[in-house]
Structures are given as structure tokens and as C-alpha cells.
């Protein structure tokens, strides 16, 4: 049987990881939105699980050097869909 994954699931899972990175790193949510130039509030926004865009969740990913996994999974992705065939 196939596991259904929600969406407000990732956000929070996204929000669980941002906060664990941000902590291990000693920073407030203050601190990192300042780095990110974001306002606080996005940032407690990521964290709570709540809508962000993808340009903040890729700022936070590229500051806690995510971006380059995400980005082999991506290039995994397509390289097994141009890998399929149909005979």
C-alpha cells in the first residue's frame, strides 16, 4: 500500500529541521532572519509548519548547506525519468 504524505506534513517536518539547525547553530530566530534578510515572524512561520515561500525555504536550506543535497535528489529524479522506457 502506498504511504500518502501530506503536504502540511513537509511544511512541518521543514519547520522541525530549520529550528534543530538553528539551535545547533546557538541562533535566535532573530539572528537567522537577519542573516536571511527575512522578517522573524517568516522564520517562526517555517518553524510552526506554516506557509512560506520557496525562495525563504531555499535561503534557509542553502544556509544550513542543504541545497546541495536537495538538489542531488532532484538530478536523481530526473535522471530516472529519462531512464524509463516504455518498450
Known amino acids: 500500500?502506498?504511504?500518502v504524505i501530506k503536504i502540511k506534513d513537509v511544511k512541518v517536518k521543514i519547520g522541525?529541521?530549520?529550528k534543530a539547525l538553528r539551535k545547533s547553530d546557538g541562533l535566535s530566530r532573530d539572528e537567522l532572519a537577519q542573516?536571511?534578510?527575512v522578517s522573524s515572524t517568516t522564520i517562526q512561520n517555517?518553524?510552526?509548519g506554516k506557509n512560506a515561500?520557496?525562495?525563504t525555504i531555499l535561503k534557509v536550506a542553502n544556509?544550513?548547506?542543504?541545497l546541495q543535497s536537495i538538489t542531488k535528489?532532484?538530478?536523481k529524479t530526473i535522471?530516472?525519468?529519462n531512464n524509463i522506457s516504455l518498450y
Open 1 to 3: 500500500m502506498l504511504e
Open 16 to 18: 522541525e529541521v530549520c
Open 35 to 37: 542573516v536571511l534578510d
Open 46 to 48: 517555517i518553524e510552526n
Open 53 to 55: 515561500t520557496l525562495d
Open 63 to 66: 544556509h544550513f548547506g542543504l
Open 73 to 75: 535528489e532532484l538530478d
Open 79 to 81: 535522471t530516472n525519468q
